[in-house]
Every structure is written in C-alpha cells, then in structure tokens.
C-alpha cells in the first residue's frame, strides 16, 4: 500500500497508483459547508464536535482527520496559517453565529449580530441574513453602471498595497514552523493555500463584470497591472515558496473563473495576450524555486476552449473540472488534459445530480467519471466545488464510497 502522499504525487505525476487519490477540503473550493459538517461528521459514527469555519465567507469547515481518514481522503491543508493536521486549540474560538450554528473562529470580535438574525462582518462589508448559510456583500461585491466610467485601480494604490501585504520576516518563521511540524505529523499530502498567489485573474479587479471590459477596452492599462502583480508574485514565491518547499507539495496559485455555466468571460486571445505572459513567467519562477511543489489552478465555468493556454500557462493542476457547463462531456474534458494537466475534482454534478439525484445516482455517476478520470492516472477526486449546506450526509458518503470502487 502506498502513503497517501505517494498516492497523490504519483497521480499528479500520471503514474500507476493502487487507488484513486481523495480530497476534502484541501483549498477553499472542495470544501464543505459548516452547516454540512456535523451531520456528516455524525454519519460516519464519529464523536461530536464544533466545527472550525476557516472560511468565514463561504461558511466552510475545516475536515478534521477522523473525517479525513474515514472518506479516505489524501490531502491535509495548510490555510493561512491555520491546519487541520493537528489540534490548535489556542488559535480558535467559540462563537454561535446568533444560536444557529454553535462552531469555532478565528475571532469571534469580527461577527455583529442585527437584531432582525443577520450577523455582519463589518471589517469585510459582507452579512449573512437569517435564511442563508453563507456571507455575501450587496451585487456580490460587483456593481456595474453601463452610464458611468468604468472603474479600475488605482496603480499607485496598488503598489503601496503590495509593499505592505508581503510577508514578514516572522510570518516566514512561523509559516516554515507550522508546515515543518505538519510535514512530520502526517503522510498524507500538504496543500499550502497562502501568500503565494499569481494576482492575474479576471475576476479579481472590479468584478466579474467590469474587468473584462477593461481588457477589451484598455489593454495597455490591464498590462501595467499585471505587470505589477507579475513583480509581486515573484517577490513571494522568493519569499515563501521557497522557504516551505521542503514541507509542501501543492502550492494554491490562482483562483481564477474564466467561465459562465455556458461559456468563457472572455475570449480566448484575451487570456493568450493579457494573461499567458505574465502566468507563465509566475509558474516558472515557482517551478524554479520549489520544483517539486504542483501549482494548482482553480477556475470555473465553461473553461473548455482555453485548456490548452492553461497548460501552457505553466500549472501542473486543474479544477474543478466543471464538465457540465459549455456542452463537453466528461470524455472530452479528460481527452484534452490527458497526460498534459492533472484534473482535481469533477467527481460528480454538484449542481444537478449531487442535489436531486438518489443515492444510487450519485454513485453511479461517480463510478463512470472516476473510471474516464482515471486513466492514465492524473487525477484526484473530489466533487465540483463545495458541498453545500443542504448537501444530505449520505450522499457525501455515498460519493466517497463509490470513488473508491473506481479504476485506477
């Protein structure tokens, strides 16, 4: 039997491994739901326990190892500071979300509750009403006024934010520290989600909205920002990338949804001329700096038609893996990434079949995507995106055991 960090790095490595790689949770977009948790955590006969909500804008929890160990997951992650390889009693707190959800934070100080049940996250601008089971800003953070300018940084702004936001001498210590200890605790693998991050996407200035307009209508404008987010992504690669290559093995590059449900934000020669420049310098100076650490991309959507300028963006990851959007078959999607990109995720239809199927649906369609996935290795499962509140523990369950009666 191979350790699962064996297992996992073999499969990105598209070799032969003894079973399909899992994962729960390894960055925030494979998650669960903290609402979930504990009804899972109960499903699986395990003892009780408050929930650790390491993301407190999507509400997710933090899978402890029992839950790790009893889905047969292979992955344990490292989230700005926090883990979930080890107790750290000491760096959490409790705190109730207004009686609806008795859980762990990071600090309770942050949460207001209103007196109509909503709870505010005033430093953040974000607010969960009564009936949600996730925090959310007013347009999803991105108004869009067709009659007014379009707004963009300010790039002066932006560099004195950069100045401020590198990592600090004792972030580095205490970061190296935390993923040395976790390296020596467990042989499972390390997924770093941190300070080292590409900063090119297209959703990430002004909003998915907004963004790529001003790449249609002010390209020179869109160069000098990655230009500058291109010079800060090298500085922490430098910085941190370097110091815990020795602990890690997959680093969170980008997280970045170039796609709707029914196709791509942009065209494809945008991402070719105002993004592939500056990824590709960004992945390898990270390769060069922590060749054996993956670099992971995350990116949403009907992303079917830039796979090929993904991989020559220089990622050795991919996911989710959301074939159900722009009308490619799971087949397709494997074709294309075959023995050029590892696939992560896309174990099941989150949106349709996880949700409304039965139980033998569920297993079913995990078993004939993790059969195509799997070939020639290259792949780790894990469903398409988050499970949501409302995701039954069952069906996780479910989805898990059926993962495992998958070919290799």
Known sequence: MMTSRERLLKALNF???????????????????????????????????????????????????DVLDALGCDVVSVFWGVTNAFEEPNK?????????????????????????GSIIQPHLKIVMPPSSTVFDEEHGGQPFDL??????????????????????????????ELCKRIR???????????????????????????FPMLCLTEPNYVADLHGMMTEYALKCVDLMLSAVAPYIDIVMMSADDWGTQNALIAPP?????????YLKRINAHAKEAAPNVKRFLHSCGAIYDIIDLIVESGFDILNPIQWPAGGHSYKKWK???????????????????LPFGTLADVETEVRQVVACFSENS??????????????????IIAMYRAAAQGKV
């Open 184 to 210: 020596n605790s467990t042989d499972k693998a390390v997924f770093f989600n941190g300070p080292v991050y590409t900063g090119i996407g297209i959703t990430y200035h002004c909003g998915i909205a907004v």
């Open 92 to 116: 959490w707190q409790n705190y109730d979300f207004n009686g609806r959800l008795p859980a762990r934070v990071r600090d309770r100080q942050t949460f207001q509750n209103r007196p109509d």
């Open 15 to 65: 070799e032969t491994v003894d079973r399909v790689p899992r994962d729960l949770g390894g960055m925030a977009s494979t998650g669960i739901s903290a609402f979930a948790y504990p009804k899972l955590v109960a499903a699986l006969g395990l003892p009780p326990r408050l929930p650790r909500v390491h993301d407190t804008y999507q509400m997710l929890a933090l899978p402890d190892m």
């Open 335 to 353: 074709d294309k990434c075959r023995n050029r990109i590892a696939m992560w995720g896309g174990g099941i239809n989150t949106q349709h079949t």
């Open 378 to 395: 290259g792949y780790i499962f894990n469903g398409i995106h988050n499970l949501l509140a409302e995701t039954p523990p069952e069906k």
């Open 147 to 176: 009659s007014a300018e379009l707004p963009k940084p300010d790039l002066k702004l932006v560099r004195k934010q950069q100045e401020e936001s590198l990592p600090t001498d004792k972030q580095i210590i205490e970061t190296v």
């Open 269 to 277: 020669r945008i991402f070719k001329e105002l993004f592939l420049p």
